[in-house]
């Protein structure tokens, strides 16, 4: 950049701000062409979507921080069909089973599949990763570790600690079922829940059944998820926006603060656990039955697993028994056909047994409506396409692409499901009238080889709570809880008090 002369000989300097205008003026122009060119010629363009997400990530940040990516996506799944340009390198799938299978499910021999994403998928506190994060040799070892502590046949000597926690769930409801009091009932399952969970882990229950409040603890967990996909939206915008939070407000003192508190919250009582025999056998008498010198689990592995379970087999068990109770007591006709096989399976508590539960028909078809209507994990967990890119559901994909099954919108799609809007329990009995139904289509797990560790422990929690509601109270919706299924998304359901009156059953 020279200096110029003027008409009578003076130097002047450069004019800085036209050239600088001009170089930005350049850069726009190139952005946009390049833009331009990836939404109408780019490999992505021959999938459909609206041109404004394919052209930016802003559409896409915006339905999920917003909180209404669920009604979104499912929009644009049945206006654009089983698979959606939802970015400039986004796809979204919905399109059942092959699209759980070929992005989740096993790799072929000599193929690369696609793998998380890990704007999505956070670090543990210790830099130790947990199952979730691990890479695949080192989620293989672990697995193979943890899967003996979620055993069914692990988790059926278990069923004196669940029917205990079902019997003091039953206690506490019973204080205030008096047919009038109105009871939040997200609040009982996630006391529950969490309670379950703590005694397995820690051999310590959380005394939030106990005291009939959230631990502060519990609080701060239910705070940050949402903090967290706010935080995602600013992350995957473009890798300014990400070094900016990842080196000033991640490493703040205030945030630092707050995630430590939640590790100590967990590890504290792990070392606890881990220096005692406890006085049951809990999910770590398992764990621990491998030492880290035969290949079991390090200490850093060890503590970022039980920050995890704490987390990830709580809240979603207790977000399934509350839409589940909430569409059953918007559906009085289902609700009494599931009582009536309930009570007249069991006379008494002392008779329910975790075999007998699992035996039964209606129980388990109620839960599986229950999961698609109001799946726990409504989005998609995104995968990243390997270099070489992939072949998706019968179509090839280049590399680099974020893509994921959207859980809410593939339950949604009247392709797979008649009536896809409505809670029909018996489309999971050989109805006539369901058919047609994809239900294979329904993956509330996942699939393959990363798919939900604590699945048995769940299904096994479900039917016990919710049979040890049903078959001591009679349950009355809220007028205020009429529409509690309309609710924002923020990675989980932002869920709203679920407000019932309870009646004690005669007959218990």
Not at 39 to 52: E, I, R
Request: net charge neutral.
């Amino acid at each position: 950049m020279k200096p110029s002369i003027d008409s009578v000989g003076n130097i002047q300097p450069p004019d800085l701000i036209k050239e600088s205008l001009g170089f930005a003026a350049l850069f726009i122009v190139y952005f946009l062409a390049e833009s331009i060119s990836s939404v109408y010629l780019g490999p992505l363009s021959k999938f459909p979507g609206p041109k404004l997400w394919a052209f930016t990530k802003l559409p896409s940040i915006k339905a999920m921080v917003s909180g209404n990516e669920g009604q979104i996506y499912s929009e644009l799944h049945q206006k654009y069909g089983p698979v959606v340009r939802v970015g400039p390198r986004q796809l979204s799938y919905a399109g059942g089973a092959q699209a759980w299978k070929t992005i989740y499910g096993f790799k072929k021999h000599g193929s690369s599949m696609p793998y998380k994403d890990p704007l999505f998928y956070g670090k543990s506190l210790n830099g130790t990763p947990n199952i979730i994060v691990a890479d695949d040799a080192n989620h293989s070892r672990q697995r193979k570790i943890l899967a003996h502590a979620f055993s069914d046949k692990a988790l059926k000597e278990q069923e004196p600690l669940l029917k205990r926690w079902a019997q003091l769930l039953r206690t506490k409801l019973r204080e205030r079922a008096d047919g009038k009091d109105e009871l939040d009932m997200v609040k009982y399952y996630n006391f529950t829940t969490f309670d379950v969970m703590g005694d397995l882990t820690f051999s310590e229950g959380l005394n939030m059944l106990e005291g009939s409040d959230y631990s502060p603890w519990v609080k701060t967990i239910f705070g940050s998820i949402k903090n967290a996909t706010f935080f995602r939206g600013i992350r995957v915008h473009d890798a300014v926006s990400k070094y900016i939070l990842d080196e000033f407000v991640f490493k703040s003192k205030k945030v630092r603060t707050m995630a430590w508190e939640h590790w100590r919250y967990t590890t504290d009582r792990l070392h606890r656990r881990l220096k005692r025999e406890p006085e049951h056998e809990d999910l770590w008498a398992k764990i621990m039955a491998k030492d880290e010198a035969d290949g079991g689990l390090t200490m850093g592995e060890h503590e970022s697993n039980a920050s995890l379970f704490m987390i990830a087999g709580t809240e979603t068990t207790a977000t399934a028994l509350s839409g589940t109770t909430y569409h059953l007591l918007r559906n009085p006709d289902k609700m009494q056909k599931l009582i009536g096989e309930v009570r007249g399976a069991f006379s008494d508590f002392d008779d329910v047994t975790l075999e007998g539960l699992a035996k039964m028909k209606y129980l388990q078809a109620v839960l599986q409506e229950g999961l698609r209507m109001y799946p726990p994990v409504p989005i998609a967990l995104p995968r990243v396409t390997p270099t070489e890119g992939a072949e998706i559901d019968g179509m090839p994909v280049p590399g680099d692409v974020t893509i994921g099954v959207h859980q809410l919108a593939t339950y949604r799609m009247p392709e797979h499901f008649k009536n896809a809007y409505e809670f029909h329990p018996e489309r999971w009995l050989n109805d006539p009238e369901y058919k047609d139904d994809s239900l294979d289509a329904l993956e509330p797990f996942s699939v393959g080889p990363r798919n939900c560790l604590g699945k048995n422990l769940a299904w096994h929690e479900m039917r016990v709570l919710l049979v040890t509601v049903l078959l001591h109270f009679d349950l009355k919706l809220s007028e205020d809880s009429k529409t509690w299924s309309d609710q924002k998304i923020y990675t989980l359901w932002e869920k709203k008090p679920l407000l019932c009156s309870l009646t004690p059953c005669a007959k218990t």
